[in-house]
Nanobody, 126 residues
């Protein structure tokens, strides 16, 4: 069982940067692939970025590649999402997710992830 708690969200202005963090706890959480998803009002939840258990492999959604950077610190059991040049369309609830993976790629489908945090709200004003 893995518990995930997100933090770092808030109300920011367009153009600001923000770092979201996800604290993982539980059994061997460092062996899990981790990812960030987001859900904007009235929209489906979408993949933003993911990172392998060892941190050597990352994947970002095409819309996120330029401004979103995912990283992890297994010693601290945290996964971070750095967002640069925030836009109003980045307004969403951001979720951290985890799953044990034996694959060689980062899964972008939410159904693949077994554990989820409750989310942190990011609101970007124009």
């Amino acid at each position: 069982q893995v518990q995930l708690v997100e933090s770092g969200g808030g109300l920011v202005q367009a153009g600001d940067s923000l770092r979201l963090s996800c604290a993982a706890s539980g059994r061997a959480s460092h062996t899990y692939d981790m990812a960030w998803f987001r859900q904007a009002p009235g929209k489906e939840r979408e993949f933003v970025a993911g990172i392998s258990s060892g941190g050597g492999l990352t994947k970002s959604a095409d819309s996120a590649k330029a401004r979103f950077t995912i990283s992890r610190d297994n010693a601290m059991n945290t996964v971070n999402l750095q967002i640069a040049s925030l836009k109003p369309e980045d307004t969403a609830t951001y979720y951290c997710a985890a799953h044990f993976s034996v694959g060689m790629t980062i899964d972008v489908h939410e159904r693949a992830y077994d554990y989820w945090g409750k989310g942190t709200q990011v609101t970007v004003s124009s």
